[in-house]
């Protein structure tokens, strides 16, 4: 398989962990071990004190994923299986693809949604952004299609569909017998008082959902996610793909997410109420820019030229903004993102140096 460098992940590298201030992050604030651990009820305390740094289950902790399965009703155990989230969907496609097969995926995209198929010499067609539910049941009905890939909400757009849309999405996919993967990392982070949307393993059979803690869940150090769908035949090729990548979870990663999974509700209450108040930041601040109605990402329409304003405020200030061009996607947009606690402020700080720059401060 060949795949092209990963254009997210190679402009973040040099730059992340230099950056003062961080206006892209895709993640809500980390949790700290203690916090994690003081929260957790006594019987997992006692489990991580005693914890053997042994190989664990191959298929995950059981009960790890028997939380998971809570979260998608309808599913049990045996619908389940744990991987890092990007080894996730590795192991999809590598269960529902060969050669030859023809997706069509949400575009733009977290690169490997598009890559890893490509690399396997499938044939990738995108369902560009704004996505129109007519112009997706049109590209899966022209062509026999094995896969639809979509991710809701959507990085880097924020986008959300509505209930009927979703259900358009799903049907599209049955329609076509095609297996659907729905990467589900923003899931949890609903912002409205709309309804949440239901995984797409509650609505469709050969749906395959992809589902993590490194979002929503503010654990991406824990490397810690999940495969859920109810096509027990793709979960049992997942697990023979998954003993040549990892073959097992991190026992100490996959303990701590029982225990960060047990804590949900309050770990997502304090996340949605930082995205909320950034959301109003981010409106208030840039003129135009609209916040998601779920998940930590938006989208937003600066000027044409971005890729170089974001190299100039790196240079000048070590603020780390994310061009719309690292996703192909335009260069007149920046994905923000609005799970730091501290957003707001340097957002601020980005307003005053962009009015300067522009001329007008
Ligand atoms: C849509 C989407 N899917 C999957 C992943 C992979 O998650 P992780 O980096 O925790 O492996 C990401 C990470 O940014 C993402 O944005």
Known sequence: MKLAPFA??????????????????????????????????????????????????????????????????????EHTITCAPAEGILLAMLSTLAAGDRVVACA???????????GMGCVV????????????????????????????????????????????????????????????????LDLTAAPPL????????????LGGLSKAFSAPGLRSGWLVSRDL???????????????????????????????????????????????????RLVPGAKGPRAGCVAFVELDDGVTALADELFRETKMLLLPSSVFGAGDRHARFGLGRAAFATTLEEFATWRAVARGSG
């Open 8 to 77: 997210l992940e190679r402009y973040f590298a040099p730059r992340e962990f230099v950056a003062r201030a961080q206006l892209s992050c895709s993640d809500c604030e980390a949790l700290t071990l203690d916090d994690v651990v003081a929260h957790a009820e006594a019987e997992l305390r006692d489990a991580w004190s005693a914890l053997r740094l042994g190989y664990s289950e191959s298929r995950g902790h059981p009960l790890l994923r028997a939380e998971v399965a809570a979260m998608h009703p309808g599913t049990s155990v």
């Open 108 to 118: 733009p995209a977290y690169q490997s949604l598009h890559e890893i198929a490509r």
């Open 125 to 188: 067609d995108e369902w560009p952004w704004p996505f129109d539910l007519t112009r997706l049941t049109a590209l899966v009905r022209a062509r026999k299609t094995k896969l639809v890939v979509v991710n809701f909400p959507h990085n880097p757009t924020g986008h959300v569909p509505s209930v009927d849309e979703w259900h358009a999405v799903v049907a599209a996919a049955r329609d076509a017998g095609a297996h659907l993967f729905s990467d589900e990392m923003y899931r949890f």
């Open 198 to 209: 239901a995984s797409a393993v509650e609505l469709y059979d050969k749906a395959i959902v």
């Open 233 to 283: 035949d793709v979960i049992q090729r997942c697990a023979e793909h998954k003993d040549y990548t990892t073959i097992c979870g991190n026992g100490p990663g996959e303990l701590l997410s029982i225990m960060v999974l047990r804590q949900r509700a309050r770990i997502l209450a304090r996340n949605i109420a930082t995205i909320r108040a950034n959301v109003a930041a981010l409106e």
